[in-house]
């Protein structure tokens, strides 16, 4: 049974920094690529950051530059430090793997988190 289990969430001012992580267990994490997605209140959940089996990154223009996602493979987790963060992050963040790129990418396949919520106020 794949699990994902965030946590790091929070309240805090803009121009604050947070950092994500989440825990995977009941999958060959060293193989498999992860991300963070996003989800605002009444906006589609969105794509944050992608970090493949090779190390190799990605990120969505919004957060490029101000977001990193790094992978541990000895313990099996992914972070997400989020820097300079804005109102407009604000949202519930969801951990994210699957058995393909293209599943992890996908807004709807693939293994979920249950979401940890971040708030920035301005």
């Known amino acids: 049974q794949v699990q994902l289990v965030e946590s790091g969430g929070g309240l805090v001012q803009a121009g604050a920094s947070l950092r994500l992580s989440c825990k995977v267990s009941?999958?060959?994490?060293?193989?498999?690529?992860m991300a963070w997605f996003r989800q605002a209140p009444g906006k589609e959940r969105e794509l944050v950051a992608v970090i493949r089996s090779s190390g190799g990154t990605s990120y969505s223009d919004s957060v490029k530059g101000r977001f990193t996602i790094s992978r541990d493979n000895a313990g099996d987790t992914v972070d997400l430090q989020m820097n300079s963060l804005e109102p407009e992050d604000t949202a519930v963040y969801f951990c994210?793997?699957?058995?393909?790129?293209?599943?992890?990418?996908?807004?709807?396949?693939?293994?979920w988190g249950q979401g940890t919520q971040v708030t920035v106020s301005s």
């Open positions: 009941g999958i060959d994490f060293n193989r498999n690529a």
């Open positions: 994210k793997t699957g058995h393909t790129l293209y599943n992890v990418m996908s807004a709807t396949m693939g293994y």
